[in-house]
């Protein structure tokens, strides 16, 4: 950790305590802890804070009726209708398990999924790493990130119907009771909390103009807001290598910054705020887009991430960097390249199932839906960067464009031609991300160091792994990430070597664990020795370093080569070393794949109508294949059974096996 370093997190440490003093000391006294002042509420003041509020949602009448014109016609105006109708009913649905009834009174504290209720602690005595097994803390922070708001006020948006603007206030106050001096399980975490604060202004952008906004609940807002703002200044962390978390935070409280009514706070926490991003988008994402987390599936909520961070820097007129446009655009370009179709439906889609799961956006339009939540933010950033690459038939989702840049932009975006599909092979070289496509056939490779530079999650233990699909159907599949929390071993064992399309040496991990989500070193260093491609053939040839650690180094060598004529795929694993090593690999099978055992090392797979033989070839007598039973996870708490082939070779180094994929 370098000495800047080093200094931040002292300073970070010695925020804590004194905050904790404070919390400590509102506590024994039965008070709430003291906010900064802010000045009464008037008319006038409604308007300075339509002029500075960070997201221009309210609009005059005719605008409005623009709005409700476009989502009509997109159909989007009984979806909306119908979720917020859920919320008025308090029911919610976890991870798009369906829908889950909270009874009259909301318990904040509780995982609604187990039915377990947490310690009503301070969040500092509550370590979220030790409930019982089946407990999920995630459950309890999705339903505090308060996405509720957003469709709330579009339903007010489209109704005026002051039942929806009581219902964003009735929740407010019922959390902010709940959870009173940060105590209970929304407080232990702050990205959650930045999350939820960002909602609570975002959805309250919508309400501006409506008769319930008082002053009494706009100064209860005021108070809301500062609470958040105050917990997140005095529990950010600064670590060696910070992630999405630490601009998620700073995101926040810029946010919150627009929207505070204390002069002197407000500009404190802008500046405190605004110097981050451009450095850290800069580390955190690399020169081709490609998040430097090495989750696929986090991806979205990256790019996500950053936009907003332009978006609300601009609006205080802070224009950001070429630079930081570029990497953003970067960034539109990896997630375009990463929708792949897998369904017989071509208005759905999916992306490679690589890294830890995502969970839920920031500001979510499209409730439960990664395919839409994906087609909603290629929507704005095909129109943010005239790039029509971004948009194809499919990515018609445009309630974040409309909501982040108005009628205009929607109506911009739709005269737009659909650009060409992403149908070519592709590599994105610096992020280690490569995409071999011909012929109804969609690999996904990953050629990349585990994450965030050898710090780990949200990056697996999954150098070399990939996902293969054909005719809109998986076959080979990564098992995903199921929970954080409420299997622990379970969590490890998905994010391990032994659950990836991969090898491992000696039954050895690439890298060894460090809790639930770190490593403690990374070793692996992936080289790219050939990266070539054109219409006959696709090559790609790596290798890695990880198992140069154990007592006998060995050197692992991965090449992939795609005859697109041919319609076959082959994958030669070379392993380099001075002794005899047990070298065991996995192909993990989408689980409605059905499996035939052809001959010794043959097996047939057939996915629907897609089907495919494979074929294992080695010169070693002591190579073997076996079917063994697996899971699934496609989404957060999905599991399924499923089929992986394990293969086994015991052999004196230098060796190598042949694995034939034929697409029949």
């Known amino acids: 950790m370098s000495l800047i370093n080093k200094f931040l997190a002292f300073n970070a440490s010695t925020k804590k305590k004194i905050f904790r003093r404070e919390v400590e000391k509102a506590i024994s006294e039965g008070k709430q802890i003291k906010l900064p002042p802010v000045s009464s509420y008037s ?15 309210f609009v005059s009448d005719s605008k409005s009726m623009s709005i409700k014109k476009i989502l009509e016609e997109a159909e989007e105006s009984g979806k909306i209708l119908n979720e917020a109708q859920s919320i008025l009913n308090n029911s919610f649905n976890f991870f798009a398990l369906g829908e889950k009834e909270l009874g009259n009174k909301i318990n904040w504290n509780f995982d609604y999924l187990s039915s377990f209720c947490f310690p009503d602690k301070p969040y500092w005595d509550i370590n979220v790493q030790e409930f019982p097994k089946g407990v999920d803390v995630q459950t309890a922070w999705e339903l505090g ?7 709330l006020g579009m339903a007010y948006l489209l109704t005026n119907d002051e039942k929806y ?21 929304q407080w232990t975490n702050p990205s959650e909390a930045a999350i939820r604060l960002m909602n609570i202004i975002f959805g309250l952008g919508f309400l501006l103009d409506s008769q319930t906004l008082n002053e009494q609940r706009f100064l209860r807002m005021q108070g809301i807001v500062m609470l958040h703002t105050i917990y997140l200044e005095h529990t950010i962390e600064h670590p060696a290598v910070r992630d999405h978390r630490y601009v998620l935070v700073h995101l926040a409280l810029l946010s919150a910054s627009m929207f505070i009514q204390n002069k002197a706070y407000a500009e404190r926490l802008f500046h405190f705020s605004t110097s981050h991003f451009e450095a850290e988008i800069r580390k955190q994402v690399y020169e081709d887009g490609v998040s430097f987390g090495q989750s696929v599936q986090l991806h979205p909520f990256n790019t996500e991430l950053f936009l907003l961070a332009k978006i609300l820097l601009e609006r205080t007129g802070k224009i950001v960097s070429d630079e930081y446009n570029r990497r953003l655009h ?29 969970t839920s956006p920031i500001i979510d339009f499209t409730p439960n839906s990664q ?16 790039d029509d690459k971004l948009k194809s038939e499919t990515s018609q989702e445009i309630k974040y464009l409309l909501f982040l840049f108005g009628v205009d932009a929607v109506k911009t975006f739709q005269t737009m031609k659909s650009g060409s599909e992403y149908s070519s092979s592709f590599g994105l070289t610096k992020g280690g991300h490569y995409f071999l496509r011909a012929n109804q056939t969609e690999m996904f490779i990953r050629v990349a160091e585990i994450g965030k530079f050898g710090s780990g999650s949200p990056g697996h233990n999954d150098t070399f792994t990939f996902e293969l699909a054909y005719k809109n159907k998986l076959f080979f599949v ?18 391990s070597v032994f659950s990836h399309n991969t090898f491992s040496i000696d039954n050895t991990q690439l890298a060894e664990f460090n809790g639930l989500f770190d490593i403690k070193a990374d070793l692996t260093k992936p080289k790219i020795i050939e990266w070539q491609s054109d219409n006959d053939e696709d090559r790609l040839v790596a290798q890695h370093f990880a198992y140069v650690r ?10 992939f080569y795609f005859q697109k004529e041919k319609m076959k795929i082959k994958i030669k694993d070379e392993f380099l070393g001075g002794t005899k090593h047990k070298i065991v690999s996995h192909l993990h099978l989408h689980h409605e794949v059905k499996i035939e055992k052809i001959t010794t090392n043959k097996y047939s797979l057939k996915h629907g109508d897609a089907k495919l033989t494979l074929t294992f070839h080695s010169s070693s007598e002591n190579f073997e294949t076996y079917v063994q039973d697996s899971v699934y ?32």
């Open 43 to 57: 008319l006038q003041q409604r308007e300075l804070v339509k002029n500075s509020f960070p997201f221009h949602i």
């Open 145 to 151: 990130r308060m996405h509720q708001l957003t469709q």
């Open 165 to 185: 603007p009581e219902k964003y206030f009735s929740l407010l106050d019922d959390f902010a009771s709940a959870t009173s001096n940060f105590s209970g399980v």
């Open 330 to 358: 970067e960034m539109f370009g990896a997630l375009g390249l990463y929708v792949r179709n897998t369904s017989q439906n071509d208005s759905d889609f999916s992306i490679p199932n690589i890294g830890d799961a995502f």
């Open 371 to 386: 395919s839409s939540y994906t087609k909603s933010l290629l929507a704005v950033g095909a129109y943010l960067f005239n």
């Open 478 to 495: 990564d098992p995903g990430t199921y929970s954080f929390y409420a299997d622990k071993d379970l969590r490890n064992k998905l994010r």
């Open 550 to 559: 154990l007592a006998d180094p060995v050197i692992c060598k991965r090449g």
């Open 633 to 664: 996870s496609p989404s957060y708490k999905v599991l399924h059974t499923a089929k992986k082939i394990h293969t086994v070779l015991y052999e004196t180094l230098p060796t190598f096996y042949i694995i034939e994929i034929d697409l029949l």
